[in-house]
Structure formats: structure tokens, C-alpha cells
């Protein structure tokens, strides 16, 4: 049992490397997207919003609004999955910045916080996870 959940492991790992790898196609600013996205909290699905983004949909309150949201709740349900990926990203910065920003109230900041201060990460994301953490205090 335990070689069947190491085996699926390392199939969706290397499932989601090969699409971070593959240049993603994507509408820019889509809210259509960010609500596919935000049904099944995946790898796949954390790349397609992270190419959905740029700085120009700042100016689109609705996918800004609806695009911080989604962020958030890939941090909080799946912080190892988001640091990895953003890792690899190329937007990473501008991502980051928007973790300053948290839109909503409903988004727990202090619980997200807590989770990734725990989460154990190879030395290579160690940086990462310390950038996030410190984006998440100010």
C-alpha cells in the first residue's frame, strides 16, 4: 500500500514538472479561468493562474479581487505545492508582491502564516519560504 501512494507521488510530481516546464497558453485576466482554477486546487491549476496574471490586470477589479482569493487558498491549502511552483515561476516577484495584498477579510492570514512556518522544505526552497512568510507579516 505504501509503494502505491509513493508511486502516485511520483507521478503527479512529474506530471506537474513537465507542465510547469511546457509554456502555458492562457487568456490574461480571464475570471472564467480563475473560477476552473479554484475548483481543484492542483498543480496544473496553479500554474494556469499564475500565467493568467500579470500587472496589467490590476487595472480589472474583478479578476484582482477574484485572482487574490484564489492565491490565498492555494496558501493555505496547499502551501508546499505554491512554494515549489513559484519557485520554478518566472513571475515570481510580481507574485509575491500580491501576497502583501490580501483583498479579503475572510482570508486568514495568522493560519496560512502558521502553516507554512511549519512546513518542511529542501534547503533550495528554504529562501522562498522565508520571503513568503516575511510578505505575509507586512
Not at 1 to 7: E, K, T
Not at 96 to 108: A, V
Request: with cysteine; hydrophobic share 35%.
Amino acid at each position: 500500500m505504501n509503494n502505491l501512494f509513493f508511486c502516485l507521488f511520483i507521478i503527479i510530481s512529474l506530471c506537474c514538472k513537465s507542465q510547469n516546464s511546457l509554456k502555458m497558453d492562457c487568456e490574461k485576466c480571464d475570471t472564467k479561468n480563475l473560477s476552473i482554477i479554484e475548483k481543484d486546487l492542483n498543480c496544473y491549476n496553479l500554474n494556469k493562474l499564475f500565467c493568467t496574471y500579470e500587472i496589467t490586470c490590476n487595472k480589472n477589479i474583478e479578476f484582482t479581487e477574484y485572482f487574490n482569493e484564489v492565491l490565498f487558498k492555494y496558501l493555505q491549502y496547499q502551501p508546499l505545492l505554491f512554494i515549489e511552483e513559484l519557485d520554478k515561476n518566472y513571475k515570481r516577484n510580481i507574485i509575491l508582491n500580491e501576497i502583501t495584498k490580501p483583498i479579503s477579510d475572510e482570508i486568514e492570514i495568522d493560519l496560512i502564516y502558521r502553516k507554512i512556518s511549519n512546513l518542511k522544505v529542501n534547503k533550495s526552497l528554504l529562501q522562498l519560504k522565508v520571503n513568503i512568510l516575511n510578505k505575509l507579516k507586512t
